[in-house]
């Protein structure tokens, strides 16, 4: 199986902390030159760090934040002129939960801004790189509520959604190009985002965290949660050259939890 990512250059978002971090470091990992994309610099500098070299990759980083994409798209414009990407990952933390019945119009705007409109800015620009070198990955981690909506995540569950459609047509639209487009979709992960849900359920419910994490955990087969790690390789096996004729799919990385097919 041929997993090489040497000599190919990634775009990770949000690859100062959790997912994104774990994948930054699985694809440099492969021998790929990884350029981590997130808001805070000192985590980027860190994270930078611990990248591997071993093969003599080169990494660098981009401080930009989501939430003002003519400002991302000035600092990866600069960063065009000096590279091009074979593999472009989209990864950023989710909307702020609660029930959609509550969620106001500015809450929608925000959450599709920093996911779908900065996913196909992204996507848009590392096009012409792709095609010129007739290699390119496109993996958007997204969510289960693709398949299956979460309770008390009404915008998240609506965003997701239009990401997942958006990425189908895309990879509808470069396939015969030789680039794929696919979606990770993680269940319950050891991350931030997951304590943060948790904090607010125990909030809401009256239930210890801990009560909260094990209601949560007896709804996933694997009876457990997912390391990073776990999605991180899932999202490397699809930017990887074994993965060349997988195109347009949901991929659940859940252990279980999700019921449909």
């Not at 600069?78 to 990864?91: D, E, P, R, T, Y």
């Not at 409109?117 to 496109?138: D, E, F, H």
């Not at 569950?157 to 190009?177: D, H, I, L, Q, Y």
């Not at 709804?219 to 457990?224: D, I």
Request: proline residues 5%.
């Amino acid at each position: 199986m041929d997993l090489n990512l040497l000599g190919k250059n990634a775009l990770v978002g949000g690859s100062s902390a959790g997912i994104g971090k774990a994948v930054a470091l699985e694809l440099a990992q492969l021998g790929a030159n990884v350029t981590l994309l997130a808001r805070t610099e000192s985590r980027l500098q860190q994270v930078v760090a611990e990248l591997d070299t071993r093969q003599g990759q080169q990494h660098r980083y981009l401080v930009a934040d989501f939430s003002h994409p003519a400002d991302l798209m000035q600092r990866l414009v600069s960063l065009l002129q000096m590279q091009s990407f074979h593999i472009l990952v989209n990864n950023t933390g989710g909307p702020p939960g609660g029930p959609i019945t509550q969620a106001s119009s500015s809450a929608f705007l925000s959450a599709y801004t920093v996911h779908l409109l900065c996913n196909q800015l992204l996507a848009q620009a590392l096009l012409p790189g792709m095609q010129k070198a007739g290699y390119g990955r496109i993996i958007n981690v997204v969510s289960t509520s693709v398949k299956e909506p979460l309770d008390g995540l009404g915008v998240s569950n609506s965003t997701r959604w239009a990401v997942a459609g958006w990425a189908k047509t895309w990879a509808n639209e470069v396939g015969p190009m030789g680039i794929t487009v696919n979606n990770v979709l993680p269940g319950y992960t050891m991350t931030g985002r997951l304590e943060e849900i948790i904090e607010k359920r125990a909030v809401s419910s009256g239930l210890s965290k801990d009560a909260v994490r094990a209601q949560f955990k007896a709804h996933v087969p694997a009876r457990r949660f997912a390391e990073p790690s776990e999605i991180a390789a899932a999202v490397a096996f699809l930017a990887s050259p074994a993965a060349s004729y997988i195109n347009g799919i949901n991929l659940p990385v859940d252990g279980g939890r999700t019921k449909s097919l």
